[in-house]
Nanobody, 119 residues
Framework: QVQLQESGPGLVNPSQTLSLTCTVVGGHITTKYYYWSWIRRPPGKGLEWIGNIHYTGSTYYSPSLKSRTSISRDAAKNQFTLQLSSVTPEDTAVYYC???????????WGQGAQVTVSA
């Protein structure tokens, strides 16, 4: 069974870049035909899809966040990474890394990482 685990700073200063890494165990990020996604939940709000990286290495981003988002991977370490630049307090959220299958189902979730943007 695949397991995902987020890691990274829990506090980021405004205008800086948020960086989170997801380590995957029990499955490889280059396995057909999965996508590896980042999703967040701001306090008191619903889930927001940020973007993903396909097993081929192609990336897809939410239009509302595209200008500030970069998702990359390290296949040797079986990790993928989120970078969100120019953060504001509105980027405060629990960030999840998630596996998405070819049917669009989010079938495996990390525990979530709380990130607070504050000076």
């Amino acid at each position: 069974q695949v397991q995902l685990q987020e890691s990274g700073p829990g506090l980021v200063n405004p205008s800086q870049t948020l960086s989170l890494t997801c380590t995957v165990v029990g499955g490889h990020i280059t396995t057909k035909y999965y996508y590896w996604s980042w999703i967040r939940r701001p306090p008191g709000k619903g889930l927001e899809w940020i973007g993903n990286i396909h097993y081929t290495g192609s990336t897809y981003y939410s239009p509302s966040l595209k200008s500030r988002t970069s998702i990359s991977r390290d296949a040797a370490k079986n990790q993928f990474t989120l970078q969100l630049s120019s953060v504001t307090p509105e980027d405060t959220a629990v960030y999840y890394c998630v596996r998405e299958d070819s049917e669009g189902d989010f079938d495996s979730w990390g525990q979530g990482a709380q990130v607070t943007v504050s000076a």
